[in-house]
T-cell receptor, first 113, second 109 residues
Framework: DAGVIQSPRHEVTEMGQEVTLRCKPI?????LFWYRQTMMRGLELLIYFNNNVPIDDSGMPEDRFSAKMPNASFSTLKIQPSEPRDSAVYFC???????????FGEGSRLTVL | KQEVTQIPAALSVPEGENLVLNCSFTDSAIYNLQWFRQDPGKGLTSLLLIQSSQREQTSGRLNASLDKSSGRSTLYIAASQPGDSATYLCEVNGQNFVFGPGTRLSVLP
């Protein structure tokens, strides 16, 4: 299996622009997680899905952030409008079931100027 | 709300030493605990997953233990090597999914 695939790997954008990050989980995995990592706050869970349904989005920082999972093989995290404080590495991860082993993608490094 | 801490924050050891990394959590009602390593600029790589019913798991030179009642897990690395240099994080899976801040390990040749 190719593992969790994220795109883009790097994104540089200007404040106010819309950013869309994409994730393809491991085939057969039912749970998908979006994390944000910064030096100051470490790894923070933003939202997770189980069987394509959002279960807990309490970590989504503001209404500017939204996430969707239209099918079992694809998810997006959108920031609109983006701000410099959104600069971070965004990770997607998946597991076969909520009690299973978590596998991470390589991350999307976002820089908002 | 679950809180996870890791001690020490950073550790530097000479090659060949055995070492222990610690992970503590406040809510013992967990399903499992997972240890990861993260190399600079990379994603997280799973090392060991311990279910709440287990006391320890082993993989090669790594051994992880879990004591739910005391809210502690340890990751033991035997005969450390320079290639073990990375940040090690624990993730506690209970009512929510919480990562510790990590321990940055440097193994000197």
């Amino acid at each position: 299996d190719a593992g969790v695939i994220q795109s883009p790997r790097h994104e540089v954008t200007e404040m106010g622009q819309e950013v869309t990050l994409r994730c393809k989980p491991i085939s057969g995995h039912n749970s998908l997680f979006w994390y944000r990592q910064t030096m100051m706050r470490g790894l923070e869970l933003l939202i997770y899905f189980n069987n394509n349904v959002p279960i807990d989005d309490s970590g989504m920082p503001e209404d500017r952030f939204s996430a969707k999972m239209p099918n079992a093989s694809f998810s997006t995290l959108k920031i609109q409008p983006s701000e410099p404080r959104d600069s971070a590495v965004y990770f997607c991860a998946s597991k076969s079931q909520l009690g299973g082993e978590l596998f991470f993608g390589e991350g999307s490094r976002l820089t908002v100027l | 709300k679950q809180e996870v801490t890791q001690i020490p924050a950073a550790l530097s050891v000479p090659e060949g030493e055995n070492l222990v990394l610690n992970c503590s959590f406040t809510d013992s009602a967990i399903y499992n605990l997972q240890w990861f390593r993260q190399d600079p600029g990379k994603g997280l790589t799973s090392l060991l997953l311990i279910q709440s019913s287990q006391r320890e798991q082993t993989s090669g030179r790594l051994n992880a233990s879990l004591d739910k009642s005391s809210g502690r897990s340890t990751l033991y690395i035997a005969a450390s090597q320079p290639g073990d240099s990375a940040t090690y994080l624990c993730e506690v899976n209970g009512q929510n999914f919480v990562f510790g801040p990590g321990t940055r390990l440097s193994v000197l040749p």
